[in-house]
């Protein structure tokens, strides 16, 4: 089965703590008997190979052995988180999901079947071969979210190659290919995951304090928030030696932030895509936003400015939408970037670029110089249409006390006029109460 090497390792890491919820550790033995336990509660409701199964919750004990259990019963997992709710009946739908499943720390999980049959058929192939599967739902900033298929078996092959045993805080979601990822390369290393239900900074600083966690994964919006709070200064974090961030931008003012008031950690960029896992990454070092991307399984390549990439973990296609890779199966990233040797500077998603007169805008760059201004919390940059010029640049921007418009105005155009070039500068500027950003803690550039 896929997951028969996964097994073998986590029993031999033994009385290893694994996981440490709600301040409680479970060891290695205590996480496979839990996942030999799901298996049996799995065959005995009648949960089949190849049956599409919703894993709903975070990483507890009880979700992550369920997890596992699924996977080696060659299901088709479709996480869910309580971000998901605005968009749940649509996602059980797409996926054609049969049962689904809520764990509970408790007792047993909450099971219910759904009478659903499995037309689409990406997924029929995948399950004629009994292979895994996982579909992951994109957070569908720019429309409607897509459903991407992948074969669970080929994602966990990366893991096989044992690397070093960390304690890492599980910051981004099982329903994000990134928490798939970091859960995945913690337990098949022997490290400890540190699972935490409240992703406010001042709860996030608290776990790391208090279960010495070495490896924070986040994101660009995460760490200002956390700088913006300053609950960095109100808890222990020395045993911190890695924050890695992606899913986003991230500017340069919160890089260079970060760096002055966390001295001696070491910042990682990294990244992936919901269609083909996560790249292996290398900084040029913490305060460079240059980045070597690759590893064994991907080639990249930069073809008209954008980042292309070819990976053998890629997913089998969309469920609801048309396959985005070419005839090779590169797929266009739609990330343009910079190069310099095999490095390279993600400038922004093509979508999000905003075009003033044939002049292009990377709201990334605009929010990191508002975001130097005094009294400037957070800014977000995006486009507005304009019959003269195409578009127009609009802030939102966060302050750290009232200020009226006309004067917010007038001071920003002063401080940007000789750090951006004039069609970069904010047309139109609001007032926002407090950072707004999703569920996954990635910026909101559009109005929802």
């Not at 075009?355 to 709201?363: A, R, S």
């Not at 110089?369 to 609009?394: H, K, Y």
């Amino acid at each position: 089965m896929a997951a028969d090497w996964l097994l073998e390792r986590l029993a031999s890491y033994g009385d290893r703590p694994a996981i440490v919820w709600r301040d409680h550790v479970y060891s290695y033995t205590d996480l496979v008997r839990r996942i030999q336990n799901s298996a049996e509660l799995l065959e005995g409701q009648g949960i089949q190979p190849g049956d599409i199964v919703t894993l709903e919750g975070d990483f507890s004990p009880a979700a992550c052995s369920l997890l596992v259990a699924l996977v080696q019963r060659n299901c088709v997992i479709v996480p869910l988180t309580a971000s998901a709710k605005p968009h749940r009946s649509e996602w059980l739908e797409t996926a054609e999901v049969q049962w689904e499943i809520t764990p509970r720390e408790d007792g047993p999980p909450s099971i219910a079947r759904r009478k659903t049959v499995v037309e689409n058929p990406l997924t029929q192939q995948l399950i004629a071969e009994g292979n895994p599967g996982l579909v992951l739902f994109s957070s569908g900033s720019t429309g409607k979210s897509k459903a991407a298929l992948h074969d669970f078996e080929m994602l966990l092959e990366k893991f096989k190659t044992q690397r070093h045993a960390k304690r890492t805080v599980t910051f981004l979601l099982l329903d994000h290919i990134g928490g798939i990822n970091t859960l995945f390369h913690v337990l098949s290393n022997g490290g400890v995951v540190a699972a935490i239900e409240d992703r406010d900074p001042d709860a996030v600083c608290a776990v790391i304090e208090k279960q010495r966690v070495e490896i924070l994964p986040t994101s660009p919006t995460f760490l200002n928030l956390l700088l913006v709070s300053e609950a960095y200064r109100r808890h222990d974090l020395s045993s911190l030696e890695l924050i890695t961030y992606g899913t986003e931008p991230m500017p340069a003012t919160t890089l260079e932030r970060i760096g002055v008031a966390l001295p001696g950690i070491r910042l990682q960029q990294t990244y992936g895509l919901t269609e083909l896992g996560i790249l292996r990454s290398k900084s040029r070092d913490s305060q460079s936003l240059w980045v070597k991307l690759g590893g064994e399984g991907f080639a990249t390549k930069v073809q008209d400015g954008t980042l292309w990439i070819h990976a053998q973990s890629a997913m089998r296609g969309y469920l609801n939408a048309p396959s985005p890779f070419d005839e090779d199966g590169w797929l266009n990233t739609e990330d343009e970037v910079e190069v310099d040797g095999e490095y390279v500077r993600i400038l922004g998603r093509r979508s999000e670029i905003i075009n003033v007169g044939g002049q292009k805008v990377y709201p990334a760059e605009v929010e990191s110089v508002l975001m130097e201004m005094e009294g400037v919390v957070d800014a977000t940059v995006s486009g507005e249409p304009n019959p003269l010029t195409g578009q127009i640049v609009v802030a939102r921007v966060v302050l750290t006390a009232p200020l009226a418009r006309s004067e917010l105005k007038k001071r920003m155009r002063a401080f940007c006029r000789d750090r951006l070039a004039p069609f970069k500068l904010p047309v139109k500027v609001t007032v926002d109460g407090e950072t707004r950003h999703s569920g996954r803690f990635k910026k909101m550039r559009r109005e929802t």
